[in-house]
Nanobody, 124 residues
Framework: QVQLVESGGGLVQAGGSLRLSCAASGRTFSTYSMGWFRQAPGKERRFVAAIRWSGGSTYYADSVKGRFTISRDNAKDTVYLQMNSLKPEDTAVYYC?????????????????WGQGTQVTVSS
């Protein structure tokens, strides 16, 4: 079992920044990949970014490339999503997820555990 708890969401103006955190517990964090997804009202959950267990490989959705950065601190069992130059279309509930097979996937079905989500709202 893996438990994931996101934090850091909130309300920010367009052009601003937020950093999301996801704290993991339950299994050895350094052995699995982590991903961030987001879901806007009335839309399906979509891939944002992923990072392999070592932190050496990352993968981003085109819509956030160059603005968002995923990172992890295995000593703290935490993955981060630094979001810069935020746009109103980034408004969504953001979820972190764990992939025990340590892939670098963009499909929600590739992830085994999910957090409860944190709301990010970007005002224009």
């Amino acid at each position: 079992q893996v438990q994931l708890v996101e934090s850091g969401g909130g309300l920010v103006q367009a052009g601003g920044s937020l950093r999301l955190s996801c704290a993991a517990s339950g299994r050895t964090f350094s052995t699995y990949s982590m991903g961030w997804f987001r879901q806007a009202p009335g839309k399906e959950r979509r891939f944002v970014a992923a990072i392999r267990w070592s932190g050496g490989s990352t993968y981003y959705a085109d819509s956030v490339k160059g603005r968002f950065t995923i990172s992890r601190d295995n000593a703290k069992d935490t993955v981060y999503l630094q979001m810069n130059s935020l746009k109103p279309e980034d408004t969504a509930v953001y979820y972190c997820a764990a992939d025990l097979a340590s892939r670098l996937g963009r499909l929600a079905g590739e992830y085994d555990y999910w957090g409860q989500g944190t709301q990010v709202t970007v005002s224009s």
